[in-house]
Nanobody, 120 residues
Framework: QVQLVESGGGLVQAGGSLRLSCAAS????????MGWYRQAPGKQRELVAL???????NLADSVKGRFTISRDNAKNTVYLQMNSLKPEDTAVYYC??????????????WGQGTQVTVSS
């Protein structure tokens, strides 16, 4: 089986920084896209950032210039560096990955989520 485990969330003041990590483990043949989503109370889950196996990235307009996504393919880990945090960044952040468990079997997996709270 495959697991995604996130870490790095917490409480920070506005203007501060946090770094989230998401490590994939289990029966992994390869990992294609890895990304971060977030869900604030009463709102739909939204895309924050994506990165593919080649290192290309895509960021939501609301976080461009403040957040950076990166990955370590050797560690099957994706990171989200969040700088200049704002109260509106408060949400549960989820990791998602498209993982191949064999040459022909691919599926999407979600982490359990990590809370990020930004105080004003």
């Amino acid at each position: 089986q495959v697991q995604l485990v996130e870490s790095g969330g917490g409480l920070v003041q506005a203007g501060g920084s946090l770094r989230l990590s998401c490590a994939a483990s289990g029966s992994i043949f390869s990992i294609n896209v890895m990304g971060w989503y977030r869900q604030a109370p009463g709102k739909q889950r939204e895309l924050v950032a994506l990165t593919n196996s080649g290192g290309s990235t895509n960021l939501a307009d609301s976080v461009k210039g403040r957040f950076t996504i990166s990955r370590d393919n050797a560690k099957n880990t994706v990171y989200l560096q969040m700088n200049s945090l704002k109260p509106e960044d408060t949400a549960v952040y989820y990791c998602k990955a498209q993982i191949m468990t064999s040459v022909i079997i691919s599926a999407y997996y979600w982490g359990q989520g990590t809370q990020v709270t930004v105080s004003s």
